[in-house]
């Protein structure tokens, strides 16, 4: 009787004392830092590799002709932009490239407008008259002409500056 009540106190004393849920909790976060440090040498190697590519001058020129629009000496740099309210992805050809535009007729070239929105050219004998503030003036009623002489492309440029 004596060695079983002796065997059951050491169980008991070994139970109580022994750190069992520590050792778990310690396996767990063992496992997940062993986790973490697989990832980061994963991400390492994937930095090491991208160093090396980096290292190269042809993936310098290309990074530097993408992101920032540099050109080698001698060349130029050439951006078609979209029409006007259109709005393209990146990469994607352009509305606006006249390359992909109809040809037109010479007899309709003078009526077009740079910009479709912008309404068709008009003649000298169009224009309104009308200064900013909305007053009529003599001066802006009379057209211009081209072979007027000095004084009148001086006061044609004055009016325009108005």
């Known amino acids: 009787m004596p060695v079983v009540l002796a065997a059951v106190a050491a169980v008991v004393i070994l139970a109580t004392s022994f750190p069992l849920a520590v050792l778990y909790n310690q396996h ?25 590519q980096l290292n190269s001058n042809a993936e ?26 259109q709005t393209t992805a990146p990469g994607s050809p352009s509305a606006g490239d ?5 040809l037109v007729s010479p007899s309709q070239a003078p009526n077009m407008s740079p910009d ?20 009529s003036s003599a001066s802006a009623q009379t057209p211009t002409t081209s072979h007027g002489g000095f004084w009148s492309r001086v006061r044609s440029t004055l009016e325009f500056w108005r």
């Open 116 to 135: 479709p929105g912008l309404p068709a050219a008009t003649t000298a004998s169009g224009m309104s008259g009308t200064t900013s503030t909305g007053s």
């Open 98 to 102: 006249p390359a992909d535009q109809p």
């Open 28 to 52: 767990h976060q063992l496992s997940a830092e062993a986790a973490q440090v697989s990832q980061l040498r994963h991400q390492n190697a994937l930095l090491a590799e991208q160093r090396q």
């Open 60 to 85: 310098v020129k290309r990074l530097a002709r993408q992101n920032y629009q540099l050109v080698e000496p001698g060349q130029s740099l050439y951006e078609i932009l979209p029409a006007a309210g």
